[in-house]
């Protein structure tokens, strides 16, 4: 039998039913403490990326470990807030972002990270003399799938680098003072050269502006979801982005923070979606073995054709055979088991109707992307630490489903 922690995946099913999403505390917390040592410098600030997983309870534990927060909406500026990150521990970073969202953070006194030409001059226009920080587009991208590159020629993202003399033009108007300048690249990185390819652009950048508190290299770290994948060298990452920034800060005359924005690094692996199987149906091509979760719980393999592991709860002995794993939607692309070209079977041990499936690595880009599709309720998330197991969002019953509309007539 699986165990999260030192809890049985069927002691959940029993208690808090099926599908579920399970997160295990000490993951999170060995992931947080991996990263935040792979840096041997003294001012390192982790930005948690809100949008991987925005759960309170999640927020609050990185919280407790030292993070900082990425916020990318007022969303994520509220949830952050909520869970106790105090004003100068938000980045706010969103893109083709509005006066009145700007507002909302200003407001609050969070920092602005100004992604575009024409915020920087609306910025100088709301709030001037406010101390803001820029991100640019320094054209190195990379990331698992084409919809998550962040930087190139044809990423909408941030200003481009070669732009420095009109950022700091506008940016005088304005009488804003730019105290940050960031980059990202994209996501799901496994390659650590990628990261200091796009550190040294960002650099040459950097040397044009004279007063910088931080310099914040993004996020993008990835993990393995295939077995054939090898886990990015963290330390070895921390240590030459690290002597390269110490190269940078040597020319610079002085020492800014390093930023570094992890999202799916420090939860992804904590994330595990256990469901369970509702029907197996012998076709003339495949066998389909259906469960009672779908892509309005987990988007990833039908948007990205992205890889997750999945294996039995309990395996049978017997003879493994390749199946098509799939959700219970009304929608042919709702299999778990693909890539970006269609249906990819997989071998799996014996399975019956009514076992458990775990589906892995779910911690990142998982609930905080599940949707009402097919008017299907969305379900509890639950955090595990040792034996104890705590509800940090409730499963929905129907009344969510009409939570917004006006009562009919």
């Known amino acids: 039998m699986i165990y999260f922690e030192k809890v049985p995946a069927d002691r959940i099913a029993k208690e808090y039913g099926t599908p579920v999403y399970i997160y295990e505390e000490s993951k999170i917390r060995e992931a947080f403490r991996e990263i935040r040592g792979a840096f041997p410098l ?10 991987a997983n925005s759960n309170p309870w999640i927020l609050r534990i990185l919280l407790e470990e030292g993070a900082y927060a990425d916020t990318v909406s007022p969303g994520e500026i509220f949830l952050a807030m909520y869970a106790g990150f105090p004003a100068n521990k938000i980045l706010f970073t969103q893109n083709s972002v509005s006066d009145e969202e700007m507002s909302y953070a200003l407001e609050r006194g969070i920092m602005i990270n100004v992604e575009s030409l024409s915020q920087l001059k609306r910025l100088g226009k709301i709030a001037p003399g406010s101390t803001i920080s820029v991100r640019f587009n320094i054209y190195v991208g990379a990331g698992h799938h084409s919809h998550v590159i962040t930087g190139g020629p044809e990423s909408k993202f941030g200003i ?18 730019i105290k940050g300048v960031h980059c990202h690249i994209g996501s799901g990185i496994l390659d650590s050269n990628m990261f200091v390819l796009a550190v040294k652009n960002l650099f040459k950048t950097a040397k044009e502006f004279s007063e910088l508190e931080f310099i914040d290299f993004g996020g993008g770290i990835g993990v393995p979801y295939r077995p054939e994948e090898r886990e990015i060298d963290i330390k ?8 390269e920034f110490n190269n940078f800060c040597q020319e610079y005359g002085s020492t800014p923070a390093l930023g570094l924005e992890p999202g799916r690094f420090l939860v992804a692996r904590a994330g595990s979606l256990l469901c369970r199987v509702t029907s197996i149906k012998e076709a003339r091509k495949y066998t389909f073995v259906g469960t009672n979760t779908g892509f309005n719980h987990l988007v990833r393999p039908a948007f ?25 939607l009304c929608e042919s ?29 779910v911690g990142a880009y998982g609930f905080t992307m599940a949707s009402h599709y097919n008017s299907f309720l969305l379900p509890p998330e639950l955090l595990v630490n040792g034996e104890s197991i705590r ?19």
Do not use: C
């Open 42 to 51: 003294k001012d390192v600030r982790i930005h948690y990326a809100i949008k």
């Open 236 to 243: 070895h990452l921390g240590e030459k982005l690290s002597e």
């Open 160 to 177: 481009d680098w070669e732009r420095t003399d009109d950022v700091k033009r506008i940016a005088k108007e304005g009488k804003l003072q």
């Open 391 to 409: 509800i940090i969002r409730y499963r929905e019953n129907f009344g969510n489903l009409i939570l917004n509309i006006p009562q009919l007539p």
């Open 333 to 361: 692309g709702d299999v778990f088991t693909r890539d970006e070209e269609g249906i990819k079977p997989r071998k799996m041990p014996p399975l019956e109707e009514g076992d458990l499936l775990v589906i892995r690595n």
């Open 304 to 328: 990205y054709g992205s890889f997750h592991y999945i294996e039995p709860a309990e395996p049978r002995n017997g003879e493994a055979k390749e199946v098509a794993i799939t959700g219970n």
